[in-house]
T-cell receptor, first 114, second 110 residues
Framework: EAQVTQNPRYLITVTGKKLTVTCSQN?????MSWYRQDPGLGLRQIYY???????DKGDVPEGYKVSRKEKRNFPLILESPSPNQTSLYFC?????????????FGEGSRLTVL | GESVGLHLPTLSVQEGDNSIINCAYSNSASDYFIWYKQESGKGPQFIID?????DKRQGQRVTVLLNKTVKHLSLQIAATQPGDSAVYFC?????????FGSGTRLLVRP
């Protein structure tokens, strides 16, 4: 089954404790991206990757890092989480960044930073 | 389920009626537009897309209209069903970036 898988789905952590949210897709997609979703603000792009070893900042990259060492994986790293990073996070992928195809989203990861 | 927006504009329609959800986009240079549906506790799901060189595109029970003059996008859902209840987002593509609108909640009354 074609899918985007995120882990963990739910996480409660404390300020400053490094964490990684993993994202994996099994569709051989070139493009992957991370979004955060907050009430009243919709979905905002954090980082995106056009292909392996190619990453770029989205609209709200501060406090986050990403890597794209393999085509299928695009982890989101919070080196020192803060309470303002409490949010619902979505990973997504598509065949190409040229928008030749639709964007597939994962089920979301709810992060709470105390 | 997850709350995706506590203060979203809400459209309430009777089951069987047609729904029209509107969206204003910001960048006149955007060349591709997408509508997504997000059900409670789930990730957004692609509904339909349209390129900037088109003004109308139809899918199964859905139609997207694009008015570039006023930078307006609309999603029409025919014969709205209870399963259509969700939050709907428009998104524009500009320079490989996907920019989402804040969303509209559609409630379908039985």
């Amino acid at each position: 089954e074609a899918q985007v898988t995120q882990n963990p789905r739910y996480l409660i952590t404390v300020t400053g404790k490094k964490l990684t949210v993993t994202c994996s897709q099994n569709m051989n997609h070139e493009y992957m991206s991370w979004y955060r979703q907050d009430p009243g603000l919709g979905l905002r792009q954090i980082y995106y990757s056009m292909n392996v070893e190619v990453t770029d900042k989205g609209d709200v990259p501060e406090g986050y890092k990403v890597s794209r060492k393999e085509k299928r994986n695009f982890p989101l790293i919070l080196e020192s989480p803060s309470p303002n990073q409490t949010s619902l996070y979505f990973c997504a992928s598509s065949l190409s960044g040229g928008w030749a195809g639709e964007l597939f989203f994962g089920e979301g990861s709810r992060l709470t930073v105390l | 389920g997850e709350s995706v927006g506590l203060h979203l504009p809400t459209l309430s329609v009777q089951e069987g009626d047609n729904s029209i959800i509107n969206c204003a986009y910001s960048n006149s240079a955007s060349d591709y537009f997408i509508w997504y549906k997000q059900e409670s506790g789930k990730g957004p799901q692609f509904i339909i897309d349209i390129r900037s060189n088109m003004d109308k595109r139809q899918g199964q029970r859905v139609t997207v209209l694009l008015n570039k003059t006023v930078k307006h996008l609309s999603l029409q859902i025919a014969a709205t069903q209870p399963g259509d209840s969700a939050v709907y987002f428009c998104a524009e593509i500009s320079s490989y970036k996907l920019i989402f609108g804040s969303g509209t909640r559609l409630l379908v009354r039985p």
